[in-house]
């Protein structure tokens, strides 16, 4: 059975809590991704996606330059541990309709992330399919209330 070290990402970049929001948009645009761990040291604390920067900082009106990432990231991070399998991960993945993980190891630092590409490309692709299939099913948004950004409520 392979387990998560088999398949995941390795030598993830990570930025820590004070670094800026324009500094995580600059790094995502040079690597080509879309999240980024969020690390004290070697202790993960969050995970920044680019919907972070977009719904948390730019629609709230929070300065790109002085904005620190702990403002806009998401603080309750789901992860696994490096030798979990990866049926048991994937069915995880499924439930809480996760596309990505970070990776730690025993001692708790972070080793990786595991993307459903990683799943596709070096994992069972079936398996990596049913759990796309599940994680993309269609959200129903409630589109009542204010927004911050423009104070107009959206319908």
Known sequence: MKCVKDVMTLGVQTLAPH?????????MESLDVGVLPVCDGARLVGMLT????????????????TTPLEDVMSAQVEWVFEDEGLTEVTARMQQLQIRRLPVLDRDKRLVGILSLGDLAAKGDA???????????????????????????GVR
């Open 19 to 27: 670094n800026t929001v324009e500094q995580a948009a600059r790094v």
């Open 126 to 152: 079936h398996q990596a399919g049913d759990a796309l299939a599940d994680i993309s099913a269609p959200a129903r948004p409630t589109r009542i209330g204010l927004s911050a950004s423009t104070g107009n």
């Open 50 to 65: 680019d919907r972070d920067i977009v719904v948390r900082g730019v629609a709230q009106g929070l300065p790109a330059t």
